[in-house]
Structure formats: C-alpha cells, structure tokens
C-alpha cells in the first residue's frame, strides 16, 4: 500500500502504550496525540481502562480514547506494522540501533506513506523490557538531561508527536510546491536558470519598455521595480522563459515603432 495524500500519513503513525498503570497517563497521552494530529492508540494490556480519569485528562480528545485498541500483546499491536519504534530512556547491554526524537519523526514520516508504523512506549515503573525493545527496529532516545533523562511517558508521547508532526509539515510543504508548480527550489528541471546576469538584463529591458510606454516615470522613485525583482526571485524563471519575456517586450517595442510612438 502505498499512501499518496500526505493528510493520511498522520493516521498510518500509531501510539502504542505498554502495560500503562496510571489511566491519566493514557488521556495525557490521547491529548498529546491529538493536539498534532495523530489519532490511532492502541493499549497493550493497560491496568485500568476505560476510566473517568483518562478522560478528563484527555480533555478534548476523548475520541482518541473511545476509539482506542485494546489488545492483549505487543506482538499484536505492531503486527501489521513495517517500521516499529520504541522509545526508551534507558540504555541496554546490547545496545540496539538508537535514534533520537528527531530523526524518529523523519522516519516516521517518511515510511508512514508506505506501511503502517508504530510508536511503542514502556511502562512508568519499568518502561520497555528488552524483549520488546528488540520487537522494534530502532531504539529511540529522547536526549535529555544525562544525570535524569527520563521523562514522564505521556510528555515523551508528546514530544515525539511534535517531531511526527514538524516533519509531516516539511513534507506537505513541499509536495504542495510540487502541486501548484511553486517556485523550482532543488528541484529537477528542463531547462536552467536564468542567471543573475539574465535578470538583470530582462529588468533593464522591462523598465526601458515599461518607461516607453509612460507607464512608469523614469523620474520618480520607483517601488515598482522592486516589486518587480522580487516577483522575479519569487518565480525564478528558467532561460527559456525569460527569452520568450524578452521576445514580448521587443515585439511591444517594434509595434511602439510602427504605430509612431515615441
Ligand atoms: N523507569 C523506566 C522509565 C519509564 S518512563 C525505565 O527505566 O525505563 C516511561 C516511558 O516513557 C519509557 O518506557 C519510554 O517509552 C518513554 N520515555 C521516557 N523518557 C524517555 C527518553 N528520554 N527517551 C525515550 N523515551 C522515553
């Protein structure tokens, strides 16, 4: 499967809790999700849920608890998925390929249009056993403070959360420049750029036509122009384009000429 609306790669990201003890852990952690845009949670055996507390805890996003998975193992809560990460503050014996809340939210991201993936978070008393962080494909350590980096599993849901949701931003940015044909920024094209050169040369032509035509006044400062170069920075338009501009503008000359015009 592959996902081509990026608004539906926030919901191929789900929020998987293990063992949870304190149920305003999870409402934290369903506010959390929900204020950037996530909305699948699945609870891994939690000790009490449903319950009023989580609710109130996740204050405007009691729909993420009502529609929240409950399933009896890790196992069952990533096996659809193609990329597991689990969150962990503490360090293992055997190290396993760590990350950090950034590049988690990168890869995220970038798999999530792919196949579903998972944010698996421990326990409060014992967070993840080693059998269930070697369950995942990276170990992802948010690098707080060395002499106490750990963080209450609801702020860690967040923080996390906010890294998915600050890449999925990127993204969308630039698939909405590929989709409105935006300015060419790092992106392949047909033909080069004009250089500064050509800009120049194209502007000096542009006033020289536009002062022609008395559509602008040589004498007075002119704003215009820089409204000017800056829709030409804007546009960043190839040589070609420029050329049929230049074309334009010498034909407006020529029939300046013909009709007797200064
Ligand atoms: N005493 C536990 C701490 C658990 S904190 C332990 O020794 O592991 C609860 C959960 O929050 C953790 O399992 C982890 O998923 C997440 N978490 C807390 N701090 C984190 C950090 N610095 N980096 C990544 N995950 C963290």
Redesign the pocket.
Known sequence: MTIHDVSDVLNNIRVVMVNTTHPGNIGSAARAMKTMGLSQLVLVKPKIFPSEEADWLASGAVDILQQARVVASLEEAIADCGLIL?????QRRIPWPVIDGRQCGELAVREASHHPVAL?????????RNEELTQCHYH?????NPEY?????AM?IQLLCYEVRTHWLLQSAVAEDTAQSMPIVARAWDEPLATHQDMQNFQAHFVRVLERLEVIDSKNPRQILVRVKRLLARVRPDKTELNFLRGVLTAVEDKGKLSGAK
Do not use: D, T
């Not at 689990?86 to 503490?90: E, F, N, T, V």
């Not at 992802?140 to 707080?144: E, T």
């Open positions: 689990g969150a962990s503050a503490r698996v978070f421990g326990r409060e008393a014992m967070g993840l992802v350590a948010i690098p707080g980096s750990v963080l209450n599993v860690a």
